[in-house]
């Protein structure tokens, strides 16, 4: 079950620094999405993509219309990902902490990357890293690399638009599409 404790910013600093959510993935974990870091809504459910007008959940469920999403909310987000897993999707972020203030990646500072390789044990199955925009994706060859050395197969990294809000530059069939293309070249559409 996912992780519901309140985020941690650190008093030492101006800026708030903050504690990122801990991974969604299973030992059936297939693709993973990485994000870059937690929006504040995100953070202060504790919930990935909690921000109701983030595209994330609306694509998944529109990629897997015969398997009915569970409803948002705290009542609802294990039974979400539980729901992820069975598609054989994880979820995590690049950075473990960093500091920011609002939710714009251009805002994040002195970030600190996650242990890939500590995840990699727990997701034998995995072959790709689906990056949700251009922030995370930054970080695709140290993923990669550090992925690679705690076991050498290969995993491919994609770049996705972003399905957060400040992406309108793509519509939401566009990324529906693209979203799409990455599951199915994994045979995760049934």
Request: charged share 15%.
């Amino acid at each position: 079950m996912p992780d519901v404790q309140a985020p941690h910013p650190a008093p030492t600093s101006a800026t708030p620094r903050w504690q990122g959510l801990p991974p969604v993935a299973s030992a059936e974990t297939v693709v993973l999405v990485l994000g870059s870091f937690p929006g504040a809504a995100s953070l202060r459910l504790r919930q990935y993509y909690a921000h109701p007008q983030n595209h994330f959940w609306k694509i998944l469920q529109a990629l897997w219309p015969q398997h009915p999403l569970p409803p948002a909310g705290a009542d609802h987000y294990a039974q979400r990902c539980d729901w992820l897993l069975a598609r054989r999707l994880g979820l995590w972020d690049v950075y473990e902490s960093c500091e920011r203030e609002g939710s714009l990646d251009t805002a994040i500072r002195n970030a600190r990357v996650n242990d890939f390789a500590r995840l990699h044990g727990q997701c034998p199955r995995l072959a790709a890293l689906a990056h949700n925009g251009a922030e995370s994706f930054r970080h695709a060859p140290a993923a990669l690399a550090s992925l690679e050395s705690a076991h050498p197969t290969r995993i491919d990294a994609v770049r996705l638009p972003s399905t957060s809000p400040a992406n309108a530059s793509w519509s939401f069939d566009r990324k529906l599409a693209a979203w799409g293309e990455l599951m199915s070249a994994h045979v995760l559409l049934d």
